[in-house]
């Protein structure tokens, strides 16, 4: 399914996107770096502990554990939004199966009538 054919199915309800969490937030925190973006962080908090700034320090400290979770927490919809709006990020996606296109399936015949 081309990007098009993604982004039109979609608009129109026939598919259900399915983003697996887990993989999601490996996929995040390799594309954006969070390792190399946390230990910096951390060291800066820890340095401002040293040097007296305890509360600020420990704000920094926390600042750099939580923010790199809560990025991980959003990557599905993160991932899906990303997939929608850019053919490059839907291909890589859907080639790693990160992204899993599953059509909606409507049995018509069936007729709620009493």
């Known amino acids: 399914m081309t990007h098009t054919e993604f982004t039109a199915a979609y608009a129109?309800?026939?598919i259900r996107v399915e983003?697996?969490?887990k993989e999601a937030a490996r996929f995040m925190s390799?594309?954006?770096l969070l390792p190399l973006f946390?230990?910096?962080?951390l060291g800066i908090g820890v340095a401002l502990v040293l040097a007296g700034w305890i509360f600020t320090g420990l704000v920094v400290i926390a600042l750099g554990?939580?923010?790199p979770r809560l990025i991980k927490r959003s990557a599905p919809h993160f991932i899906f939004q990303q997939a929608l709006n850019d053919p490059a990020v839907y291909h890589e996606?859907?080639?790693s199966g990160l992204l899993r296109v599953v059509p909606i399936t409507t049995?018509?015949?069936r007729t709620s009538s009493p």
């Not at 946390?38 to 962080?41: A, Y």
């Open 38 to 41: 946390m230990m910096p962080v």
């Open 12 to 14: 129109r309800g026939e």
């Open 107 to 109: 049995d018509r015949s």
């Open 65 to 67: 554990i939580i923010a």
């Open 19 to 21: 983003v697996e969490p």
């Open 30 to 32: 390799a594309r954006l």
């Open 93 to 95: 996606v859907t080639k």
